[in-house]
């Protein structure tokens, strides 16, 4: 069965560091969103991208966070400059056509500024 | 705007007693609604949906959910747990229309334990 994965499972940085937490959505699927949970808390949305441009973002996604499809597999969301309370699980998620497709989402990445 | 609210942040049930999950919703608009299963270290998956239709939805796993208009409500149950259906089940709701229908507003989680 199809499914998203996320690289690299887990990732330790210094703060002020930029990262980039990478996702391969499955194949056919369309539309691509990030969402985060930090330690404890629910998953809360961060952004969502169709036809190669943000579709809606949070409040969380401010300048410091953005999005791109560098090529017809990967999606990725970069962080310019990680703030400690950056540190949570980041989660890609993506989906097919039609209003009523199931978001699938892909493991995580474990991300956390020392 | 949306929300999900999920009463109880923590149930423990016995192995084979029924496990019931209490979620509650608000939406402007029909909505659709989601459990998804999170087990330690893991993703998401998820484990059932309700669109439109037949409000007793069945999922994976031998769990089940009934959308209640009326309530608001949009709880997950399983007649018999196992073990290894220890895991944090989190409601969520997206409203299907309008251009932010695809956003997934999750509930706080509710973390499951079973007993034997």
């Known amino acids: 069965e199809p499914e998203v994965t996320q690289t690299p499972s887990h990732q330790v940085t210094q703060m002020g560091q930029e990262v980039i937490l990478r996702c391969v959505p499955i194949s056919n699927h369309l539309y691509f969103y990030w969402y985060r949970q930090i330690l404890g808390q629910k998953v809360e949305f961060l952004v969502s991208?169709?036809?190669?441009?943000?579709?809606?973002k949070s409040e969380i996604f401010d300048d410091q966070f953005s999005v791109e499809r560098p090529d017809g597999s990967n999606f990725t969301l970069k962080i310019r400059s990680t703030k400690l309370e950056d540190s949570a699980m980041y989660f890609c998620a993506s989906r097919s056509t039609g209003t009523a497709d199931t978001q699938y989402f892909g493991p995580g990445t474990r991300l956390t500024v020392l | 705007a949306q929300s999900v609210t999920q009463l109880g942040s923590h149930v423990s049930v016995s192995e084979g007693a029924l496990v019931l999950l209490r979620c509650n919703y608000s939406?402007?608009?029909?909505?659709?609604l989601f459990w998804y299963v999170q087990y330690p270290n893991q993703g998401l998956q998820l484990l059932l949906k309700?669109?439109?239709?037949?409000?007793l939805v069945k999922g994976i796993n031998g769990f089940e959910a009934e959308f209640k208009k009326r309530e608001t409500s949009f709880h997950l149950t399983k007649p018999s747990p196992h073990m290894s259906d220890a895991a944090e089940y989190f409601c969520a709701v997206s409203d299907g229309v309008g251009a932010s229908y695809d956003k997934v507003i999750f509930g706080p989680g509710t973390s499951l334990s079973v007993i034997p």
């Open positions: 309700y669109t439109t239709g037949a409000t």
């Open positions: 991208f169709y036809n190669n441009e943000i579709s809606e």
């Open positions: 939406s402007s608009v029909p909505p659709y």
